[in-house]
């Protein structure tokens, strides 16, 4: 896709990784709408690369429940949707608040699979679109102390990958990105001296399997994935292994599905 012109919703964009993706699609001429709770700083997105903010709290269905059509509103129609609002636990799931619990579970998996539902009935009959799902590597490999979060991400990939099959031939277009730690404050709030990750941490670390990525190469990396239609943003590369052994049994199916014609969504007949 050439994202020039090009309406983009990003949730989570008013700082981290959605703050880069707001920055890398407006440099390549999008026009970017960002969505958050943090008015101040979804103000300063917005005005920084010229486009627009909404507040919404999706970790709430009155948060998440007509952003959709606001959005639409506001842009007029929407060509790129990225779910990257996100919430991550640090603490062992038995102690864990059963509140924190439902607002990781909420955030990271209701919201981004009731936005998907709402934007694909705007994205379908235009028979153009791409959603993009922030998922992570923990959606893959299992961290102790991330375990809730482990728990949604991978909830997320395996909803998209089974959406992929149902959007065969319906224009729009799929990308999930699965990214290991990122130079921000949702790593700093869970790796730090004492945090319950650390003794794992320190494993992964000797393994030297967590190399902290910047967001900025996130974003780089998703943005031409959007513009290529890619399917997969993983990054380091250096756990291709774990995500191509994750992924075998999705693709195995995919294959033994080759050629099964599948109903069209009654939207985009
Ligand atoms: N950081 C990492 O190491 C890492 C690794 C793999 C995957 N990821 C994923 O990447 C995504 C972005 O992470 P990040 O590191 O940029 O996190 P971050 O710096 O903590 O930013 C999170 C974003 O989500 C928004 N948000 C949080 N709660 C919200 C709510 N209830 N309603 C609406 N927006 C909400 C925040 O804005 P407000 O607070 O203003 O609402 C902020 O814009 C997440 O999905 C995360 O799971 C991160």
């Known amino acids: 896709m050439d994202l020039s012109g090009k309406n983009v919703v990003i949730t989570g964009g008013s700082m981290g990784i959605g703050e880069c993706f707001a920055d890398e699609f407006a440099r390549k001429g999008a026009d970017v709408l960002v969505v958050a709770r943090s008015e101040d700083k979804l103000a300063k997105v917005a005005e920084r690369v010229g486009g627009h903010y909404l507040v919404a709290d999706l970790g709430a269905a009155d948060g998440v429940d007509g952003l959709v059509d606001a959005c639409i509103d506001k842009l007029g ?12 636990t640090a603490e062992g799931f038995a102690d864990i608040d059963r509140d924190l619990v439902r607002a990781v579970a909420r955030l990271n998996l209701e919201a981004p699979m009731m936005l998907t539902r709402d934007i694909l009935d705007h994205m379908l009959p235009r028979g153009a679109g791409h959603i993009v799902q922030i998922s992570s590597m923990a959606g893959t490999v299992q961290f102790p102390g991330f375990t809730a979060y482990c728990g949604t991400k991978a909830g997320l990939t395996n909803f998209t990958e089974s959406l992929r099959l149902e959007l065969r ?4 277009g799929l990308t999930v990105v699965a990214p290991g730690p990122v130079v921000g404050e949702m790593w700093n709030r869970a790796d730090y001296k ?3 990750l650390e003794p794992a941490l320190k494993r992964f670390k000797l393994l030297q399997q967590l190399p902290r990525i910047k967001p900025t190469k996130i974003a780089a990396h998703t943005v031409a994935a959007v513009e290529g239609n890619k399917r997969y943003v993983r990054l380091p590369k250096r756990s291709f292994y774990y995500h191509w052994l994750n992924n075998a049994p ?15 969504p009654s939207k985009a007949r």
């Open 77 to 88: 129609h929407v060509d790129v949707w990225v779910n990257n609002a996100g919430l991550e």
């Open 169 to 172: 031939g319906t224009g729009i």
């Open 194 to 196: 004492g945090s319950y």
């Open 250 to 264: 999705r693709r195995i199916a995919e294959m033994g599905m080759a050629g099964v014609k599948m109903s069209k």
